[in-house]
């Protein structure tokens, strides 16, 4: 994913030909970026064998977590929907996961059916509601309790979970009471402590702490958890953010297996998929205000709505670059009635005509799974590119499915 004299390329293909073919806005996926941050993430934990279940939330198109099952990843759903998904991927029941602070009682029956690994509560009610459904399935389930740490994950505030005024997880004190209430139960097995502090975490300290607080709290309860999910949140690059430091987060982790015989789960999503899509997009208008020139796009906060829900700022790029540049504010909108339609501000820009190809990077975890129909727009399109192939996974929505 990247240029090639002036051109941008994904694999073996052109952008600016494929837009051609496939109209925009569209969303491109790269398979071996995806092979190849799999490949990563678990070189970054080789010495843990951890068990990955990839997050479905941040990108839940079937072909997408196909590939994740191919390489031997398992999934992390939130919803029976994602769950469906999972297992028609493929994905082993054994390495599914079921996380979420609202489960309603036909998720819980769905996921005892199919012998899921883990389901990981988020309340004592809930974890009532799963015995109740255990003991009339006459099954002995596994599940988790999620610790709410009350630790800072340092990321965007709407992206934080791990703080104890969030609605996530379960401080440590009832945590304690729940675990020593149900820890005997003929229908529950206590087998997880899990934990998600938050998304996007570009620094090791919140995961230091979190795994201290962890410790402090398997202390307490006296109770041998056989698995140990420390979430996702692992940030990625959107422009000159810092990654973690994977080796020293490995190393709190090892030194944590020293004293407990558990099995490590992640839940990684953006760190996953993150880089490896981009949204293409064209210019429809230019429009020069006074002080600063709107680049008129035909995606709007619809397609993408990070922008607009967490103010993040995602790359631009053109898919044929110049030299020549505009020394003018330049800001990226939609076509969508609202303000915050706004892909955001730059102070130049190369210069830009009707009809040109933007690329809006980075686009792959919470991009496509987080568009709407404002607007009555239609969905855009989802195509992965393997080598000089590239394949339709999911179709450009028909205003005619809308109405
Ligand atoms: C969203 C979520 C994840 C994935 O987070 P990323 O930042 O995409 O890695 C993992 N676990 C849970 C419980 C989540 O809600």
Known sequence: MNYKNGKYKIESIYIRNLSDKLGTPAYIYSYNKIKNNIKKFKNNFQKINPLICFSVKSNSNLDIIKIMKKFGIGADVVSLGELILAIKAGINPKKIVFSGVGKKSDEIKYAIEKGILLINAESENEVIEIEKIAKKKNKKVKIGIRLNPNTDAKTLKNISTGKKENKFGIGLKDFLKIVNKFKNSRYLNISCLSVHIGSQITSNKPYDK????????????????????????????????????????????????????????????????????????????????????????????????????????????????SKNFINKKHEFVGPICETTDSFGIFPKFQKLKQGDILIIGDVG?????????????PSSPEILIKGSKYKIIKKRQKISELI
Do not use: W
């Not at 994977?246 to 760190?271: H, Q, T």
């Open 365 to 377: 975890a919470y991009g496509k799974v987080l568009s709407s129909n404002y607007n009555l727009r």
């Open 210 to 321: 979190m795994i201290k607080i962890i410790q402090n709290t398997i202390d307490r309860c006296g109770y041998k958890f056989e698995y140990v999910d420390l979430g996702g949140g692992m940030g990625i690059k959107y422009n000159n953010e810092k990654e973690i430091n994977y080796n020293k987060y490995e190393k709190s982790i090892m030194n944590f297996l020293k004293s407990n015989d558990s099995k490590i789960i992640f839940e990684p999503g953006r760190s996953l998929i993150g880089n490896a899509g981009v949204l293409l997009t064209k210019v429809i208008y230019i429009k020069d205000g006074g002080i600063k020139r709107f680049i008129i796009l035909d995606a709007g906060m619809n397609d993408l709505i990070r922008p607009a829900l967490y103010k993040a700022n995602h790359k631009i790029m053109t898919a044929v670059k």
